[in-house]
């Protein structure tokens, strides 16, 4: 991260840290001092107390509760902690976020605030701050989008990724899972799925270099999901993609194959992105046949729209539209259509607490009215 100055953590969250060591002071709306600095290894005791208070021990990803786990992520030269501290006679770690970095992809995630800091102003400074002064780093030069997730239930963190410039581009059920997962054996893999599911709405901040290496040519197939989702997201960003070169044909692809999977076991869920074969997808579908959900996401080109009438076929639902996410051998960056299946079908009871942005409830509508459409 440069050249950083070291920070000194004492017992009890107590800090000798001069204001000088942030790169960001600011005060609350009541008038307390607080400082933003990058994380150290020595903070995730804690950070892991703050996640404790907040989710109890049912948080998504267990290794928050992993003391040496979560102080060997914070020492990742890909991961950027960034820690808001209360500066003065009592001064603590109050917040924490993170930022990993991914090739030309950034992702914000894991942000926490102690209870007692929360509806002063704190949470605004620790997420835009944070991000606008990691961004700025030479190592993120060639990065061009900020991907992040939200909680459905949340609205007061969809604001603040709105706030920060953050578009909702799709809405995906089942993305969370809830569990006690600080005993479950990773080693055996096979996927937790037996926590309490809550759906998401996925976020980009799309960063004005993204648009010189975005491919304009979009093929698309007779559907009206489809085309709804990539509408939504032209319409938000007119001035860039008003030049987009809208294919529609009725040629019925190319039967290319061509993918990358991720499995992550504590969600219970998968990430595929690319192209498939029939034979490919039906073998995935039957391996994954226990998982909680399936999220494939597919190019609109014309190698895609095989893979796209596939994926509809079998019972994949069209959940948004994502701008530049993926690169191709050639360099430009490709949207992707994203599509999910639900192998174990879809509880309805996560959609009882959604609490939207008004932006989002047009996203979210569309997709709950699909999932009903049978």
């Not at 080693?187 to 998401?200: D, F, L, S, V, Y």
């Not at 004005?208 to 559907?223: F, G, M, P, V």
């Not at 504590?266 to 992105?273: D, E, L, N």
Request: hydrophobic share 35%.
């Amino acid at each position: 991260m440069g050249n950083l100055p070291t920070i000194i953590i004492k017992d009890q969250c107590q800090s000798s840290i001069d204001k000088e060591e942030y790169f960001q002071t600011f005060y609350s709306h009541d008038g307390a001092f607080f400082g933003l600095r990058f994380g150290i290894p020595e903070d995730a005791r804690y950070i892991s107390k703050i996640y404790k208070e907040q989710y109890s021990n049912y948080y998504v990803d267990p290794l928050v509760y992993n003391i040496e786990a979560l102080s060997k992520k914070i020492a990742d030269k890909n991961n950027y902690w960034f820690i808001c501290e209360k500066i003065g006679k009592n001064s603590m770690i109050c917040g924490a976020g993170l930022i990993e970095k991914y090739y030309t992809t950034a992702f914000a995630c894991k942000a926490v605030l102690k209870k007692k800091f929360q509806g002063r102003g704190i949470s605004t400074k620790l997420g835009s701050g944070g991000i606008i002064y990691v961004l700025r780093l030479p190592e993120f030069k060639d990065v061009v989008r900020l991907d992040s997730d939200v909680r459905a239930v949340n609205i007061k963190s969809q604001k603040l990724i709105e706030k920060s410039g953050g578009i909702g581009y799709a809405f995906i059920p089942s993305y969370n899972n809830f569990a006690n997962k600080k005993k479950f054996d990773i080693t055996e893999g096979k996927p937790c799925t037996n926590g309490i599911e809550e759906p998401a709405v996925l976020y980009v901040n799309i960063l004005n270099k993204l648009w010189t290496k975005r491919q304009k040519e979009i093929h698309l197939i007779d559907n009206e999901d489809i085309y709804f989702f990539y509408s939504l997201m032209r319409n938000i960003n007119l001035r860039k993609m008003k030049n987009d070169q809208i294919i529609f044909d009725e040629f019925s692809g190319y039967r290319t194959e061509s993918y990358q999977i991720h499995e992550d076991l504590y969600k219970g869920t998968v990430k595929i992105g690319g192209y498939l074969r029939k034979n490919t997808l039906q073998r995935l579908l039957h391996k994954y046949s226990s998982w909680r959900l399936l999220e494939w996401r597919i190019p609109p080109t014309q190698l895609g729209r095989y893979s796209i009438k596939l994926a509809l076929k079998n019972g994949f639902k069209v959940v948004g539209y994502d701008i530049g996410s993926m690169l191709n051998y050639d360099g430009d960056l490709l949207d992707n259509i994203v599509m999910c299946n639900f192998p174990r079908g879809i509880n309805y009871k996560q959609f009882r607490t959604l609490h939207l942005t008004k932006s989002n409830k047009i996203l979210v509508n569309r997709v709950l009215n699909s999932l009903t459409d049978e």
